[in-house]
């Protein structure tokens, strides 16, 4: 899904990833597609197990993928397979979930943060000015140059993570769930981080995350994916306000809410995600979708581009009308 106007900074074709268990194949990642344009944050969304992870692991060449492209600021990357884990790329960086297991427990902060610095051949008191510039962006004072991780609240030691990740100015960070190991109020100054730091250099944001709280303020585009595919994608603002896909809608039904006068009417997601290695025929969302019908459980959905950087892949794509119809009874269509 070619998604944006401006040239892509970062754009998948087709990725393929199969994981080859004594259980069987799962296919983890399965023909995705999608570009980030510079200084856009793309929001990826869904639930457990459907291949997000996979996902950075293949675009920080942490992982081999089977088939499809990877192009970063016109590198591309094919599949191959003869493949050896990748250096470490100045382009692309990453900030996971946990700073705990994330951050090395036996450096301190100055080491973790320079380390990628003198990979470049930083060295000395340049290293020390460099670490403590970077220090300042995240809202961090040259006191913590000596700390060590286990020194550091929850909401520091992720800061400290931005600010390794952001050593070599990156073009894109891919932020694997980063607030959702923090508290609330921490959560909240970190993310309020994240838009300062992208106001000042344009840097792109993948971001994952489950939060679909978060997605509405950081996010411009939201690409929402389901069993290694991504299901809807298009401007946070359109797809939050008027989703197409029923999981998208499902999702969105899913956030709790708060006003008891405003309380869903609708259970929202029933069943579980069926397993990767006995896929679902047809769409694989058919099993748990309330509007299935014979034709969405024998074949695959196709794309349908609404507009430019608007996708999803259903046959019976929601509208306004229907999404206030959803207390009728399930499948009527079928
Ligand atoms: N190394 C592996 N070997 C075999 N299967 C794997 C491996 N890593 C992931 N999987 C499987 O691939 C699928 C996608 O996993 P992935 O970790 O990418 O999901 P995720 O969307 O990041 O989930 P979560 O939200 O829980 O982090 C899952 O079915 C998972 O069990
Ligand atoms: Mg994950």
Redesign the pocket.
Known sequence: MNTTSTPSLLSVAGLRKV?R?RHGA?K?LDGVSFDVAPGETLALV?E???????LVSTLLGLASFDAGTIAIDGNTTTAHSNWTKMPPRRDVSVVFQNPQSSLDPKMKVRSIIGEPLQTVGVRGVTLTDKVTELLGQVGLGPEFLKRYPHQLSGGQQQRVAIARALALEPRMLVLDEPTSALDVSVQAQILKLLKALQARSNVSYLFITHDLGVVDYLADRVAVMYLGRIVETGPVSDVFSDPRHPYTKALLDAVPVIDPTRRRQQAPLDGEVPS?INRPSGCSFSPRCRWATSTCRASEPPICEEKRGREYLCFHPLSRGQIGDLTGSPNEAA
């Open positions: 994981y268990t799962i983890a869904g457990s197990g459907c291949g997000k992870s996979t990767p």
